[in-house]
């Protein structure tokens, strides 16, 4: 009888570890999860000009251009200003450390999750020469995680897009957003006017 619950009772030990085990796996926020990226072909160094985000001309330089558009990530827009780290998994061309992106447009190529600006393709390499090669390639296999954004000379910034029309249809693009949650909702309300 003692031998039996001693089985029993390692076997419970065992099975409640590996629970925890898969738990912790699957809640981790920090691990990199492996997709396929590509990127914007007809941009320069830097994103495009326009996007689904609606930074506009902004949208193209914001985090020195190391931009991206995003499939499954961008989720109706809430994913729009998340940072994530992108690296390529290549060994022969790419860099342990990758890049930084910011998510400032929707789309997808042909199963991936990113479409990074050329730049910021190209940053995914060790030398010059490597981000020639990955950019041959065009479409290249990568590891990602969310990352804190940061930007520690600017404060958060809510800018009115310039087709709002008063007082029917108002829209407005958040520059900026530190950290690493998402902003799911804004409350606007009306104040007094002191003139």
Do not use: H
């Not at 691990?31 to 609606?54: H, K, L, M, V, W």
């Not at 997808?108 to 190209?122: E, K, P, V």
């Amino acid at each position: 009888m003692t031998a039996l619950s001693l089985q029993s009772l390692l076997f419970l030990s065992a099975t409640l570890l590996l629970i925890q085990s898969l738990a912790e796996a699957a809640t981790c926020s920090n691990c990199f999860i492996q997709s396929r990226a590509a990127y914007y072909p007809n941009s320069d160094e830097q994103g495009t000009d326009t996007g689904a985000c609606g930074y506009g001309s902004f949208g193209a330089t914001l985090n020195g251009g190391d931009v991206s558009a995003a499939s499954d990530l961008y989720r109706s827009g809430v994913g729009c200003g998340a940072c994530y780290q992108v690296r390529c998994t290549n060994s022969e061309y790419c860099s342990d450390r990758g890049i930084r992106v910011v998510i400032t447009d929707q789309g997808s190529s042909d199963n991936t999750d990113f479409i990074l600006s050329r730049g910021a393709f190209g940053r995914m390499a060790q030398t010059t020469d490597a981000a020639a090669c990955l950019l041959a390639l065009g479409i290249v296999a990568i590891e990602y995680r969310r990352v804190s954004c940061s930007y520690p000379y600017n404060n958060i910034t809510i800018k009115i897009d310039e087709n709002s029309n008063f007082p029917y249809y108002l829209a407005f693009a958040i520059w900026y957003q530190q950290g690493k949650k998402d902003i799911t909702a804004v409350q606007l309300c009306e104040t007094q006017n002191f003139e």
